[in-house]
């Protein structure tokens, strides 16, 4: 065969440098046109890009030409550029140097996407904490809460 086929969803998450609550309705839209931008550039065509004030989650697929920890850097090190640029209060931002990320059953697709795109109703009930500590549970991935968060 001469094809490589490839069809990966993952569920990337990582939140703002000690969780702070930087990522404001003033900035927020712009900032997940901007991520999902990164995405498309490459190659890694995006499903959902959602978050909360201090964290996102972006549900993409994983093109065939790039490694997972390279879009990672690329998306991180590009926003944070960027985001520092649309306002004084945010020439600090920083993201974690940390992240997640899962694998999707093609199946469950549309509830992932729901998943993302309800985050601000989700989290008036749960900590970006207990959700993030929720999802390494579900996929028993073994972590020490010392190096999780920073």
């Given at each position: 065969?001469?094809?490589?086929?490839?069809?990966?969803?993952?569920?990337?998450?990582?939140?703002?440098?000690?969780?702070?609550?930087?990522?404001?309705?003033?900035?927020?839209?712009?900032?997940?046109?901007?991520?999902?931008?990164?995405?498309?550039?490459?190659?890694?065509?995006?499903v959902?890009?959602?978050?909360?004030?201090?964290h996102?989650?972006i549900?993409?697929?994983?093109s065939?030409?790039?490694?997972?920890?390279?879009?990672?850097?690329?998306?991180?090190?590009?926003s944070?550029?960027?985001?520092?640029?649309?306002?004084?209060?945010?020439?600090?931002?920083y993201?974690?140097?940390?992240?997640g990320?899962?694998s999707?059953?093609?199946?469950?697709?549309?509830?992932?996407?729901?998943?993302v795109?309800?985050?601000?109703?989700?989290?008036?009930?749960?900590?970006?904490?207990?959700?993030?500590?929720?999802?390494?549970?579900?996929?028993?991935?073994?972590?020490?809460?010392?190096?999780?968060?920073d």
């Open positions: 065969m001469s094809q490589s086929l490839v069809k990966i969803y993952t569920h990337i998450v990582f939140s703002t440098k000690d969780r702070t609550r930087l990522i404001q309705p003033n900035i927020e839209e712009k900032l997940h046109r901007y991520l999902a931008g990164i995405c498309q550039e490459l190659e890694c065509h995006p959902q890009v959602g978050g909360h004030t201090d996102i989650h549900l993409c697929t994983l065939k030409k790039i490694a997972l920890i390279k879009l990672v850097e690329e998306l991180k090190s590009h944070s550029k960027w985001i520092k640029t649309q306002d004084a209060e945010l020439r600090k931002f993201w974690q140097s940390g992240y990320a899962f999707v059953n093609p199946t469950e697709i549309a509830r992932a996407q729901q998943y795109e309800n985050q601000h109703e989700h989290h008036k009930t749960i900590s970006f904490q207990d959700e993030y500590r929720a999802f390494l549970n579900k996929y028993n991935v073994t972590f020490d809460e010392r190096y999780v968060w």
